[in-house]
């Protein structure tokens, strides 16, 4: 399995921004999706999670009303559309592949079995 994320730059406190994360190698609605994010100096952090078929979905409370994962199974691509952004979103943002169903909420680092590359996102106040 292959992931890439895009997406990444800088942005002002307030904005939005649209991560993507290009999925290959493996049948994409056979996974559960995830996006971590590792702010600088810190651990990696949940963000969001969503089911293989779309139907679910579940946030940290840090980024909940304010982000959306969403997928698209026919374009092997899972979103982060991230809006009222704050200098304390700014990190490094993964996304993360699960093969089958996750069974809890709020999914951990080592519920996942593969991981992009990263892409960063800095939010200036």
């Known amino acids: 399995v292959q992931l890439q994320a895009s997406g990444g730059g800088l942005v002002q406190a307030g904005g939005s921004l649209r991560l993507s994360c290009s999925f290959s190698?493996?049948?994409?609605?056979?996974?559960?999706m995830g996006w971590f994010r590792q702010p600088p100096g810190k651990e990696r952090e949940f963000v969001a999670h969503v089911t293989w078929s779309g139907d679910f979905a579940d946030y940290a409370d840090s980024v909940k009303g304010r982000f959306t994962i969403s997928r698209d199974n026919a374009k092997n691509t899972v979103y982060l559309q991230m809006s009222s952004l704050k200098p304390e979103d700014t990190a490094v943002y993964y996304c993360?592949?699960?093969?089958?169903?996750?069974?809890?909420?709020?999914?951990?680092?080592?519920?996942?079995?593969?991981w992009g590359q990263g892409t960063l996102v800095t939010v200036s106040s």
């Open positions: 993360a592949a699960a093969f089958g169903s996750i069974a809890t909420t709020r999914p951990t680092r080592s519920d996942f079995d593969y």
């Open positions: 190698g493996r049948t994409f609605s056979h996974f559960d």
